[in-house]
């Protein structure tokens, strides 16, 4: 479909304690430098970097750097790496996040920091040409600047993305005292942010609750506020969020108007594994919940074009009327 980057969820062998779901959290690990047994080993991880090198696209591995499971080997070894409460229990900060134990940055730079960054090389020595960053935004920019500035020794070329956080999230956590940066800070280290700056609007427009005046005047905005060559990472759902099949449900054709509308936009664009067979059901994290491609990829000869374009958007006149 011309994709450039191939993005995996995270890889790594999932806790047992607290798990949520038969699988389990794939956000709640264990073991930062090993391979889930359930995807296969390091040799096969090898392979697949090899093939998706051979065929010409990067890959991207998820990083989650706030927090791990409750059996990680670090709740034993190193408890003051952890956030713990008046009872000297570690905890998580968000309630319904059962499964996980968050990590305490401040008062560890010289320990847990180095760690968490020779992770960052060791998965880059194995092939791994970027990284998404997940809750990147609640971790202390101070690390994000050694880490990158380490990184960038080992592979200058990596490909920074972070996970960035809504407005309401952002002042959630501000009205708790808690750590929390803004899109235009992270983009002293990252490469690219999330768009869910706008993605609150972007629903809105979407479904009509919002003039797309009113959205289009925030996406200039960003133009302002950021830095002159920033990246966007632009989508329409994700992991996390409704399939855009699902949103539109009432309108198919609404659907593929916001699509191009979003894969036109300044930044880069995402592609759910999913989408392209119109999949209207959100994927679950917790079990096995295959993506069904029985009827076939519908949408992906959209994708592909509207792909090529991006890439190339001045077409000659011929070309272009061969196209109609």
Known sequence: MGIDIIWLLPIHPIGITNRKGSLGSPYSIKDFRAINPEYGTMNDFHRLVSEIHRLGMKLMIDI????????????????????????????????????????????NETTLWPELIDILKFW???????????????VPMEFWRQARRSVTEANPRCIWLAESSWFSAM?????????????????????????????????AAVQEAIP?????????????????????????ENHDQDRIA????????????????????????????????????????????WVDCREGRSLEEFTRKLIQIKKHPVIDAKGARSEK
Request: with cysteine; charged share 30%; net charge negative.
């Open 64 to 107: 989650v750097y706030r927090h791990t499971s409750h059996d990680c080997s670090w709740v034993k070894e190193h408890p003051e790496w952890y956030i713990r409460d008046e009872k000297d229990n570690a905890i998580c900060l968000i309630p319904q996040w059962t499964d996980i134990l968050d990590l305490k940055f401040e008062g």
């Open 124 to 138: 880059c020595e194995h092939g791994v040409d970027g990284f998404r960053m997940d809750v990147a935004s609640c």
């Open 171 to 203: 002042k959630s956590y501000r009205d708790q005292n808690g750590l929390v940066h803004t899109d235009a800070e992270l983009y002293e280290t990252f490469d690219v942010c999330y768009d869910y700056d706008l993605y609150v609007a972007w629903r």
């Open 212 to 236: 797309i005046k009113s959205y289009l005047e925030l996406v200039r905005l960003q133009t302002f506020i950021y830095p002159k060559d920033f990246i966007k990472m632009r989508f329409v």
């Open 246 to 289: 699902h949103i539109c449900r009432d309108n198919p054709w609404k659907a593929l108007a916001w699509t191009a509308f979003s894969a036109f936009n300044k930044g880069c664009f995402l592609v759910n594994a999913g989408q392209e067979t119109e999949q209207i059901k959100l994927s679950s994290l917790f079990e096995k919940d």
